[in-house]
């Protein structure tokens, strides 16, 4: 069953209130009371009527005032008004139109036209109330994203945004469920509403869960000195404030950013907001870093299209750079690196751009699985080796892990000719999922390598619980092998430890003759580096590869 009609009735008459109510009593509408302006405010606040008849002429505060103020109010700012009035003087009416009166009702009023005008103004009031929900937060009643949007688009003046993230707030959330987190908002836009005044005329937003808007409508700019000082007291505000539910406490730190201009304002403001994220900044500004911030825009939304297009004309191809078995002097084992060749047929090594951006626009798994299926094809065209890099990120992806382990089942006649290079790095979350993912890889015959191995965040017991076939040293101690006590000592350590496992040993980055005598006097198994061969499209022939290496 819908909701009634909610009417205000505004008359310091009891006579005149009690009529208005008999001519619409048909129409069965709710019906609230009050006898003077300052009445007809609170009533407002408190029942949100969906028409509010209005007397121009009453004691304390007339209709005129009592209208302005009421559209001033953002929470009753669109109830239309209704002036009824005996006033037929010109100025009168303007001055009403202009304090914000929809529409006029002369008394002696006509009934049926009394009916028509709230009629027609109660489906305004409707139809203005699903745009209030459609453009407010419900947790917290503030406007959303959508009304902000469309604020900073109706404003043809340059205007100044903040955008303030509370960190940790989605763990937050999953952890303490939503009921509590919905509490901490509430607390939290209160902190917000205590220290805007500090930067004049403000709007706050509320544009997602843990994440607010202030734009500021000041008519003057605010200076750069300004900003800061805001930015700087209310982190340390927020930082200092206990929040609290029930037994619950919660220490709330802030990322903040500030953008200034029209068109492209939330996203200038948005994207410095991430900048502030990845640089681990209580804040940061536009003045410095918005050109910068929108010339990598630029560059990644070119780089997203190059792979996209790079996809669709299957451009993404397998390298091969050889491995040099020392003992025997064969090459029967390569290391395939991902390349990609752009619109003008330019090679594009992989990089932290390449693939960073392959990963922020969600392709970076199709750039994995097609080179998985090219060195299968490889491997089983050349009856050799291939080793392929696999980070956490594709492991510890659910769909990426079980795709890989399938691909190695449809293909058991070539599974033993797999090496996955592992990177035991930072960024690996779930130790005994990666674990697992290894054991079920290495029973369909794949072997395992650690990369990278002395780096810098290799971990002796994670290497031991992953029992790897191979560990490749990393180039940086084979580089420096020649003139660095430490770095040769280094890799002997990790050559006794590779032993004690049974784990064959791989020096990369072996640039020349020096370094590889030394590493072959170390009795390291493998070598790879420009001096045994540079990566290539195709394998290069055992025979060539040892007139230049032995």
Do not use: W
């Not at 006898?35 to 007339?62: F, R």
């Not at 709330?252 to 068109?263: C, D, I, L, Q, R």
């Amino acid at each position: 069953m819908s909701e009634k009609i909610k009417i205000l009735i505004v008359d310091d008459y009891q006579v005149n209130r009690m009529t208005l109510k008999l001519s619409l009593k048909d129409e069965e509408y709710e019906f609230f009371e009050a006898t003077n302006g300052l009445e007809a405010i609170q009533k407002a606040t408190e029942v949100h009527p969906d028409v509010i008849l209005m007397d121009a002429l009453m004691p304390y505060m007339d209709g005129f005032e009592a209208t302005k103020e009421i559209r001033d109010i953002e929470e009753i700012r669109r109830i239309p008004i209704l002036m009824i009035t005996s006033l037929d003087q010109k100025e009168d009416k303007i001055k009403a139109l202009q304090f914000g009166v929809n529409d006029f009702i002369s008394k002696p009023f006509d009934k049926l036209e009394l009916k028509a005008r709230c009629k027609s103004y109660a489906q305004i009031s409707t139809l203005n109330k699903k745009y209030t929900l459609a453009s407010k937060n419900p947790i917290t009643n503030l406007s959303n994203k959508m009304a902000l949007l469309k604020d900073i688009e109706n404003n043809s003046d340059e205007k100044e945004l903040f955008i303030i993230k509370i960190e940790n707030f989605n763990m937050n959330e999953n952890f303490y469920g939503s009921k509590i987190t919905q509490h901490l908002e509430r607390e939290f836009v209160k902190t917000l509403h205590l220290n805007s005044h500090m930067i004049g005329n403000y709007s706050i937003y509320h544009i997602s869960t843990g994440r607010y808007a202030i734009l500021v409508e000041n008519k003057i700019a605010l200076k750069k000195e300004s900003v800061i000082k805001f930015c700087t007291h209310f982190a340390e505000h927020v930082k200092r404030t206990k929040y609290s539910y029930e037994e619950y406490n919660f220490d709330v730190n802030v990322t903040m950013s500030f953008a200034k201009g029209k068109e492209t304002l939330f996203e200038d403001a948005n994207a410095i907001l991430m900048c502030a994220m990845h640089e681990k900044k209580d804040f940061l500004l536009s003045y410095d870093v918005i050109e910068t911030i929108k010339d990598n825009l630029k560059n990644n939304l070119e780089m997203l299209r190059t792979i996209k297009i790079a996809l669709k004309n299957d451009k993404i191809i397998p390298y091969f750079q050889p491995i040099h078995n020392i003992k025997d002097g064969n090459i029967n084992r390569y290391e395939a690196l991902v390349r990609m060749i752009d619109q003008d047929e330019n090679i594009t090594l992989p990089g932290p751009y390449f693939l960073d951006v392959a990963k922020k626009g969600k392709l970076y798994s199709q750039v994995t699985k097609i080179l998985f299926q090219k060195v299968i094809d490889k491997a089983r065209a050349h009856k050799c080796e291939i080793s392929i890099n696999l980070s956490s990120i594709d492991i510890e992806d659910v769909a990426m892990g079980e795709y890989l382990l399938e691909l190695l089942k449809n293909n058991i006649d070539v599974a033993d000719k797999l090496i996955f290079e592992l990177l035991e790095d930072k960024d690996t979350q779930d130790y005994d999922y990666v674990n697992n993912f290894i054991n079920r890889a290495r029973s369909y015959g794949v072997k395992i390598a650690i990369d990278d191995f002395g780096s810098g965040y290799s971990n002796f017991i994670r290497i031991i619980e992953f029992k790897p076939d191979i560990i490749k040293i990393d180039g940086s101690l084979i580089e420096n092998i020649e003139h660095s006590k430490t770095s040769r000592q280094t890799v002997e350590a990790i050559k006794i430890f590779a032993d004690k496992i049974g784990a064959k040993t791989v020096a990369e980055y072996v640039i020349n003759k020096e370094v590889y005598q030394i590493i072959k006097k170390i009795k390291i198994d493998y070598a790879q580096g420009y001096y045994i061969g540079k990566p290539e499209p195709k394998l290069i022939c055992e025979k060539e590869l040892k007139t230049t290496t032995c």
